[in-house]
């Protein structure tokens, strides 16, 4: 019978876990800081010159690379960001010739990495850029897991002071009054820095004059609650190795459901399992009752030398063992036509 | 309380939601010796 | 913790098990210095693309699973009154300490400063993480576990003053236990609700909470079940006959209570499927591996230990249950390795390296020496004579 | 034992993995061979008597060309499979002589006629000792379950098709006249493509062709003429034909000088197109646009196909709806035929960057609304007002109206004296970590003239010398001494549009390079324009 109840509140507890459904902030919305500034990125007009790698890794004074950013070589083959590189730009073949596409944080507006890091480590700042500090990483690399563009890179070489590095779209740089460095740098304008709001009106004028030009979608005004960092291409954004599947949920959409869902397990698992307990506790002292008053009947109609050992037993049982009671018991009751009983735990734990 | 961003609101409720936490699991020890410190008797 | 120590008390005795713990543990300490001079690239095979391997596949999910073993014995016993099971509760307590103790140890591998893993907590409070919850968790239910332990300790030690106090704690304990258990087992699945994109379909489950704690529990019994079963032999002599003689009701019982528990995870599993419509991928190859995963180690097991329990048969309960915990290791695996990152290409994806292997299996010995040095020691297979029938 | 169970489950752990990757493998496509028999023009999915009634087997598959070559080889000849009218030409359909004649015959003597047809044959010819199709009993054979599609261009009879046949000795003239037209179309005076002609509107399109192009071409060969068109399928419909076809027609009017002889068709040299008069406008005379003179010669050159324009055949009044001459977006109407050629690399250089160029202005409507316009200037310039009345005029007066108008174009485009041309533009003004880069702007205004070179589009449109300075110098007036480019562009964005000078120096030499299919110099090779600065 225990047994069952038991099997049974397990399910139950699976069943309210399951029924805490994903919610967002109720009906509130969080629009980005209005001074969220961002950079399009224009595939039409980059040429794969590289000078934005080359910007970038002088403002952020990362180590030279193995090749020097003017050999195009290394466009052959496909690149991503990593510990020594911010942003790369990859080539890609496709109807309309080969196209070009710089990959670097989009500084999202809900950040994965910032709702996934367990210190705090990543905040979005109110211009826009999401930046890193480095002072209070653990090296979980969660973030690297919640990243869907996965950006942030690991320095896997460095035995105790590893750091996430990524893209600071500059901070520094915007802190003064200056453009991030590829920006300054492109020759071509295939990054245009804003306003992130004036970027979605430029993108959306560029398609309507261009509309045989361009493909009739801003990557990144949505994707993933939105990004700073936005896309403008001629083909498809999924030949240009961009996922398109990647939905326009926010990182902390996507974890609400879960986290809603801690407090209330907080809040009614003590009274579940103090419930549980409760009842337990009160079944093994009802059969335990009711045991001890079938043993008294039974030995009433016993004889007088049962009724005298019961006696002594049951005087025992206020020191000792209740197991010892229950074998003496159970032998007494045996001895004087016993009863059907079940065993049952006895009471003896105080809380 | 100004929010700019859904990561910044969560993080101040979830915060505050972790004391109150804290503060149920406490406040249930304390309420479940009230509850069951009664006449024993009845139990 | 006491693990460092725990290592070098070892017998001379040259036994096939001696002599192959000594070799992983001397090569588990090179392991160790490469890691801490050369960083993880010298050791492991993880990249920017793959941040997590098998130290947070196996040594931490899989390892919080197992271990929940403690958290299932110790409700059974107090908090559902099933006293009958008391007996099992301290080796299961102990194995859940161990557990988590090492999960934390091999942490310290696997992340880049170890010693800021206490800054979540105490210096800058990552509030919407669901690792801060699972680390927040993993560190109070430590904590709880070791004071559940205790008793065992200070019995060992003759401090019985002390030791009642902590008695005395049992039920406020266990309730706690299980509240964190609960919150922490199904916050290492969620881990994964923020990466819909990288996770396969398959395994991506807004449900991915309840199907970790649901599989926890099957875990924890299971293991208890199997576990008995390995240090039956080596540790008999330790036994009290009360041990002994619930073992087996403890066994059918567990069988009895994992065999519905997994059916039951089946079911919310196909109901996750069914939430997502993710029927089309089921003649995929990921499919077929999906349906391996849920037929080969839940159904089966779940029919198994059915069939165990009908015909009180305690050999193919066990077999059960070691298919049950070669099937929780699989579902984590899929879950952290096989099917993460899966839209990659073949050679981008993770493989384990030799440094990675050794370190966990370092871990797992280091894991059994403590358990066998503890369980020799501190009355856990037996009531200390002071405390007979007390329980 | 416990071991041997161990195995075993490893085992099973092995088979599993081993499935999962063959079905990756199978998912991935490794184990499908390319079919050979892909897009074969000359497939014919032969269900005839699904007419009648519901198939108990699938759609026999046909291989037309198959059958052709192997009659060939073996001394036969159509008349196996097709029979002959009573005029002596071949008919399409399998021995008979046509649809109406097996109406009556049941689905199952239908069914009769063709297996025995096809099976005896194979038998015959396999006792020949040829390799041959199935025989009774390889129902599959043809009977397939997954149908083949049949991969088919159109046969495409365009202008220098036509001109073949109509310049072909081997056809020979009408009857006491110079051309042979007649030999295909009946009727005199009024041909035009068999589409619109009367059999097609009863008779399937493919047999309104087939019965003349194929029937005709296989009497040639019968009659051992010089020469003779496709009977294959493949040598209509197969792409690999089409294309070969197409080779060497270019290559005959290469030889011929570029263009098509016009076709003896007494069509006209130059059209007056005028808006249609309507009861109330005063004096006969249309409200609205001035009418405009068409070079109907000049336009005849320009397309492949009468039928490009003369959407309804040649016989039909065209659409003079605004639409349907006016719509850029369609390549056969006059706007959008227009903006097509602005495609071209001599163009693109300049218009692909200008969405204007695209649109109508008011410019470019004067271009061709420009018949009896006057003096006026501006909006004026569209609107007829002068004393021409279309409504009254014969045939002849229009077209000499229209054809005094064309007379008085351009021939080609109108160039601004060379030494007008700066030689070289130093442009230093960004001068930063590269030297100042010595642009040849001579040499790049002549490039851009000799791609106009005898366009008379570019001549008609282009109207002063300076328009061309404007590809580059663009929101400017068309003059000698534009402004310099730093007078609008500044630093980036401040206005979209309007790129910052450095962006806006290398879009304009890029993006026009990339569009002018200009390999050299590479955009990402900086030192090809402006040498780097050494210290």
Same mark, same amino acid.
């Given at each position: 019978m ?18 805490v ?6 009906n ?43 050999d195009l ?50 905040k ?9 500090d ?19 890179a690991y ?22 009054g200056?453009?991030?460095g ?11 820095f804003g306003l ?5 009106q430029?993108?959306?004028e ?15 005004e ?12 001629g083909?498809p954004f999924?030949e240009?190795?961009m ?7 926010s990182?902390?959409e ?22 549980i307990y409760?009842?337990?506790?009160r ?19 016993a ?11 049951l005087?025992?049982?206020e020191?000792?063992?209740?197991r ?11 001895e ?8 049952a ?7 | 309380?100004?929010f ?8 101040f ?19 479940w ?11 | ?5 725990a290592?070098?008390?070892?017998k ?7 002599l ?11 392991v ?9 690239g ?18 931490l ?5 197992l ?11 107090? =908090?559902?009154?099933? !006293?009958?099971?008391?007996a099992? $509760? ?7 300490? @161990? %557990?988590?103790? &090492?999960v ?16 979540p907590?105490f ?8 690792l801060?919850?699972?680390?927040l968790?993993?560190m ?14 200070f019995?060992? =030690?003759g401090?019985? !003053?002390?030791?009642?106090?902590v $008695? ?7 309730? @706690? %236990?299980?509240? &964190?258990?609960?919150l ?10 923020i ?6 379909p ?30 039956h ?10 041990y ?10 567990? %069988?009895?209570?994992?065999s519905l528990v ?22 995929t ?12 180690f ?5 029919f198994?230990?059915?069939v165990?329990?009908?015909d ?17 290791i ?8 096989v ?22 299996l ?7 020496l ?22 | 034992m ?10 099973a ?9 063959g ?6 496509g ?47 000849s159509?008349e ?5 009218d009573e ?11 046509q ?68 310049n072909?000795t ?27 002609s ?14 003349q192009?194929v ?11 010089d ?11 197969g ?16 030889a011929?000088?570029?263009?098509v002889?016009?076709?003896p ?12 008069v ?13 009418p ?28 003079a ?12 109407t ?30 470019s ?43 008085a ?40 003239y ?16 300076e328009a ?15 402004p310099?480019?730093?007078?609008c ?19 304009q ?9 200009l ?13 780097k600065?050494?210290?």
């Amino acid at each position: 019978m225990l047994r069952r109840t038991f099997l049974g509140l397990l399910g139950a507890a699976g069943a309210s876990a399951a029924l805490v459904k994903p919610t967002q902030a109720g009906n509130k919305h969080f629009g980005p800081h209005p001074d969220t500034h961002g950079v399009l990125f224009d595939a039409t007009r980059c040429i794969g010159c590289r000078q934005c790698e080359l910007a970038c890794n002088e403002v952020n004074e990362l180590p030279a690379p193995d090749k020097p950013f003017d050999d195009l070589t290394v466009l052959d083959t496909e690149r991503r960001t990593d510990e020594k590189t911010f942003t790369v730009v990859n080539k890609y073949q496709t109807a309309k010739g080969p196209v070009f596409r710089k990959t670097q944080c989009n500084h999202c507006l809900e950040p994965a990495c910032a709702s996934a890091c367990f210190v705090r480590a990543f905040k979005k700042q109110p211009n826009g850029a999401v930046t890193y500090d480095a002072s209070v990483c653990v090296g979980c690399r969660y973030c690297m897991v919640a990243c869907p563009f996965s950006i942030p890179a690991y320095e896997y070489d460095e035995p105790l002071t590893p750091r996430v590095r990524k893209c600071t779209m500059c901070y520094p740089r915007l802190m003064e009054g200056k453009l991030p460095g590829c920006v300054e740098k492109c020759p071509k304008e295939a990054l245009t820095f804003g306003l992130r709001t004036d970027l979605i009106q430029i993108a959306r004028e560029r398609i309507s004059r261009y509309p045989e030009k361009y493909v009739d979608h801003i990557y990144g005004e949505h994707e993933m609650g939105g990004t700073s960092w936005m896309y403008l291409s001629g083909v498809p954004f999924s030949e240009i190795g961009m996922r398109e599947d990647l939905g326009t949920a926010s990182a902390p959409e996507l974890t609400a459901g879960p986290l809603a869902a801690v407090p209330m397990v907080v809040g009614l698992w003590p009274v579940l399992l103090g419930g549980i307990y409760a009842v337990s506790k009160r079944n093994a002292k009802v059969a335990n009752d009711e045991r001890v008053k079938a043993v008294k009947s039974a030995l009433t109609k016993a004889g007088e030398e049962a009724e005298k050992k019961l006696h002594e037993e049951l005087g025992k049982a206020e020191q000792a063992s209740q197991r010892r009671i229950e074998v003496e018991v159970k032998k007494a009751v045996e001895e004087a036509l016993a009863p059907k009983e079940e065993d049952a735990g006895t009471n003896e734990e105080e809380s | 309380m100004e929010f700019y961003t859904l990561q910044d609101y969560y993080t101040f409720t979830k915060g505050t939601i972790y004391l109150i936490m804290g503060g149920i699991l406490v406040a249930a020890t304390l309420y479940w010796r009230f509850l069951m410190g009664g006449n024993k008797k009845d139990d | 913790m006491s693990v460092e120590t725990a290592a070098a008390p070892k017998k001379s005795l040259f036994t096939p098990f001696n002599l192959i713990a000594t070799v992983i543990l001397i090569a588990g300490l090179v392991v160790t210095v490469m890691r801490f001079t050369g960083g993880l690239g010298a050791v492991t095979n993880l990249d920017q693309n793959n941040p997590w391997g098998i130290w947070i596949g196996f040594d931490l999910m899989c390892g919080v699973a197992l271990a929940a073993g403690g958290y299932t014995t110790s409700a059974a016993c107090y =908090l559902f009154g099933l !006293k009958k099971y008391h007996a099992g $509760v301290r080796p299961a307590i102990l194995t859940a300490f @161990l %557990g988590y103790a &090492l999960v934390v140890f091999a942490l310290g591998y696997d992340v880049g400063r170890p010693w800021r893993l206490p800054y979540p907590i105490f210096v800058q409070q990552g509030t919407t993480s669901l690792l801060f919850e699972v680390g927040l968790c993993v560190m109070l239910y430590l904590t709880v576990l070791f004071i559940e332990f205790t008793p065992a300790l200070f019995e060992w =030690l003759g401090m019985k !003053k002390i030791r009642n106090i902590v $008695v005395k704690m049992t039920l406020a304990l266990t309730i @706690l %236990g299980v509240v &964190l258990s609960t919150l922490h087992q199904s916050s290492l699945g969620a881990l994964f609700t923020i990466a819909p994109s990288k996770l396969h379909p398959l395994w991506y489950s807004q449900y991915l909470p309840v199907f970790f704690f649901v599989s926890s529990i099957c875990a924890g019994m299971s293991m208890v079940i199997f576990e008995g079963t390995l240090s039956h032999k080596p540790m008999h002599h330790l036994m009290d006959k009360e041990y002994l003689d619930n073992h087996d009701g403890l066994i059918l019982g567990f %069988g009895k209570a994992a065999s519905l528990v997994l059916f039951g995870y089946f079911a919310i599993k196909l109901i996750g499927l069914a939430y997502d419509n993710n029927w089309h991928y089921l003649t995929t190859g990921f499919g077929a591996w999906y349906l391996v995963e849920m037929l080969g180690f839940v159904a089966l097991p779940s029919f198994l230990y059915a069939v165990g329990v009908r015909d009180r048969n305690l050999t193919v309960i066990r077999w059960a249950a070691g298919l049950t915990v070669l099937g929780i290791i699989v579902n984590r695996f899929n879950i952290s390795m096989v099917a993460f990152n899966y839209q990659l290409p073949a050679a981008q994806r993770y493989f384990p390296s030799w440094g990675e292997i050794t370190i966990s299996l370092f871990v797992v010995t280091i894991g059994v020496l403590v358990f066998r040095f503890i369980s020799t020691r501190m009355p856990i297979f037996y009531e200390h004579p002071d405390y007979k029938g007390e329980h | 034992m416990a071991n041997g169970k161990r195995i075993l489950r490893l085992t099973a752990i092995v088979i599993a993995l081993v499935g999962v990757l063959g079905f990756q493998l199978e998912a991935m496509g490794m184990f499908e061979g390319a079919s050979e028999d892909a897009g074969r023009p000359d497939v014919i999915m032969i269900d005839t008597i699904a007419k009648l009634e519901s198939l108990e087997q699938p759609a026999a598959v046909f291989r037309h060309d198959l059958h052709t070559k192997a009659l060939k080889d073996q001394g036969m000849s159509c008349e196996s499979c097709h029979k002959k009218d009573e005029k002596g030409n071949l008919t399409l359909t399998f021995d008979r002589l046509q649809d109406g004649d097996w109406t009556d015959l049941s689905a199952s003597g239908l069914k009769d006629m063709y297996h025995n047809g096809c099976i005896s044959c194979h038998v015959k010819s396999e006792e020949k000792g040829f390799k041959t199709g199935p025989k009774a009993g390889e129902c599959r054979s043809c009977h397939q379950e997954r149908p083949e599609a049949a991969d088919r261009v159109p046969a495409g009879m365009d202008n220098m098709l036509h001109y073949a046949h109509w310049n072909s000795t081997v056809i020979p003239a009408d009857k006491g006249k110079d051309t042979n037209c007649g030999a295909c179309h009946k009727k005199a005076g009024e041909e035009d493509s068999w589409r619109f002609s009367e059999a097609a509107k009863t008779t399937p399109l493919k047999d309104v062709f087939h019965s003349q192009c194929v029937t005709c071409h296989e009497s040639l060969i019968e009659k051992k003429a010089d020469r003779s068109g496709p009977v294959q399928c493949a040598g209509c419909h197969g792409e690999k034909e089409t294309a070969e076809r197409a080779v060497e027609m270019a290559k005959n009017l290469k030889a011929m000088g570029g263009t098509v002889p016009r076709l003896p068709r007494k069509q006209p040299d130059a059209v007056l197109m005028a808006p249609e008069v309507k009861p109330g406008d005063a004096d006969g005379k249309p409200a609205g646009m001035a009418p405009v003179a068409f070079d109907h010669k000049l336009h005849e050159a320009k397309t492949d196909s009468c039928l490009t324009c003369h959407k309804d055949g040649v016989n039909a009044k065209l659409d003079a709806s605004y639409e349907a001459l006016h719509d850029v977006n369609d390549p056969a109407t006059c706007v959008g035929c227009h903006v097509k050629e602005q495609e071209k690399p001599q163009c693109a250089g300049c218009h692909a960057a200008r969405p204007t160029a695209k649109a109508l202005s008011k410019d470019s409507c004067a271009t061709c609304h420009n018949v009896d316009v006057g003096e006026k200037s501006g909006m004026m310039a569209m609107m007829a007002t002068a004393p021409l009345t279309p409504a009254t005029m014969s045939k002849e007066e229009k077209q000499a109206e229209a054809a005094k108008v064309i007379a008085a174009h351009p021939e080609t485009q109108a160039m601004v004296a060379e030494k007008d041309i700066p030689e070289f533009v130093t442009i230093g003004a960004l001068a930063d970590q590269y030297r100042p880069s010595k642009m040849p702007h001579r040499k790049i205004v002549m490039a851009l003239y000799k791609g106009m070179q005898g366009d008379k589009l570019a001549a008609a449109f282009h109207a002063t010398p300076e328009a061309v300075c404007a590809g580059c110098h663009h929101n400017a007036p068309a003059t000698l001494t534009p402004p310099k480019c730093a007078s609008c562009h500044g630093k980036p964005f401040e206005t979209e549009g309007k790129p910052g000078l450095k962006a806006a120096y290398h879009g304009q030499c890029m993006d026009c390079h990339k569009q002018m299919k200009l390999e050299k110099p590479a955009s990402t090779n900086c030192v090809a324009c402006h040498e780097k600065k050494t210290n």
